[in-house]
């Protein structure tokens, strides 16, 4: 994700208008809004797979992968009818009409496709890490970004413009889609299990989601404000300098993060077993670690950032201090609370973790 981030960012700022470019980054934020008709099924399923798992509770797990796959369908349909009432309130909500930029409104609609079919894509790969197959998800995730990448420079270069990144989506997701399903397939038949879709069982299972789709609303719209707020009161080309100095603090967060949702289906199984001394050890050292990262990259952000974004972008791209030290600040403390929330999600307090979001 950093490489594909790193490399396409400034193919970017040379392949595509920079006033069109900065209106899709805020309204590609407004169609994000269509994934908060997940309600985060993706997440419980890795949790309650992984607990199952170590309980030897095969029964219930065959019911639990039956009623999320079934969840995930029905969230599917949702999410593209989400997907098309945001595009048509597009150009109300920024004040701007997107038809005047080359291409926008045909990249707006194959990404309400690529949103959907991703929202699927993590409910197969929660099913594949609870079954403690994250080798796979992993291989799937990774491959389908150079899926992505490849697919969006030859765009590029062939003059689709912001097409080409919808388009590039759009395959990423239907390759995980079927990457983790294959892998899926295998592990059920390796563990002889099966897909049991229960009626009875998914109404249980989606009681769940009375706590879990609130929290992923409210998050879902804060995560995305600062992008249509910019657009709605400041020049598009504005948004683009805002984005290209987010950028960088993002990948960073997104890396970072990634520690402890690696540890989320170990803690989960772990929890299942009833290995209450491994668990309160694995955590502590896991936490002491991850701190010291946070520290280290914030620190080299305050050092570093204007010299970073100039060799990244080219000069006169630097936003100023003031936005980016608050940035900096930001990341540090998002990333220790994002630590205690996955491991408290992990350890099955799913409750008490949608009402803190």
Not at 100 to 129: D, H, K, P, R, W
Not at 297 to 317: A, D, E, M, Q, V
Not at 333 to 355: E, H, P, R, T, V
């Amino acid at each position: 994700n950093i490489i594909n981030a790193l490399i396409l960012l400034p193919l970017y700022l040379h392949k595509i208008d920079s006033a069109t470019l900065g209106l899709w980054l805020a309204t590609g934020n407004i169609l994000a809004w269509m994934t908060l008709a997940d309600p985060g099924v993706g997440d419980v399923l890795q949790q309650k797979i992984a607990q199952l798992y170590g309980q030897n509770e095969f029964s219930e797990i065959n019911k639990t992968i039956g009623s999320g796959i079934m969840t995930s369908s029905f969230i599917f349909g949702l999410s593209i009818i989400a997907g098309i009432i945001f595009y048509l309130l597009i150009g109300t909500i920024i004040d701007k009409d997107v038809s005047q930029y080359e291409g926008l409104q045909t990249a707006l609609m194959v990404s309400i496709i690529a949103t959907g079919l991703s929202l699927v894509s993590f409910s197969l790969s929660g099913i594949n890490q609870g079954l403690q197959n994250p080798v796979h998800v992993a291989i799937g995730s990774l491959s389908g970004n150079f899926v992505f990448l490849a697919t969006n420079v030859v765009l590029l270069f062939l003059g689709f413009g912001v097409i080409s990144i919808a388009i590039s989506n759009m395959l990423r997701a239907l390759y995980i889609n079927i990457y983790n399903y294959i892998a899926l397939r295998h592990v059920l038949h390796k563990a002889r299990l099966f897909i049991d879709y229960d009626i009875i069982h998914l109404k249980k299972f989606i009681k769940i989601f009375s706590f879990t789709s609130i929290s992923r609303i409210i998050g879902g719209f804060s995560a995305s404000l600062d992008m249509i707020v910019l657009a709605r009161f400041v020049n598009p080309t504005t948004i683009t300098l805002f984005e290209v100095n987010k950028r960088p603090i993002q990948m960073s967060q997104s890396l970072i993060g990634r520690h402890s949702v690696a540890l989320m289906p170990l803690v989960s199984h772990a929890n299942g077993k009833g290995d209450q001394a491994q668990i309160k050890s694995l955590i502590n050292t896991q936490f002491k670690y991850y701190y010291y990262a946070a520290i280290f990259i914030g620190l080299i952000f305050c050092i570093n950032y204007h010299t970073l974004i100039t060799l990244w972008t080219g000069p006169g791209k630097y936003i100023g201090n003031t936005i980016v030290f608050l940035l900096i600040a930001n990341f540090f403390f998002a990333q220790i609370g994002y630590f205690m929330a996955n491991i408290g999600y992990a350890l099955g307090d799913i409750k008490m973790n949608s009402y803190i979001n």
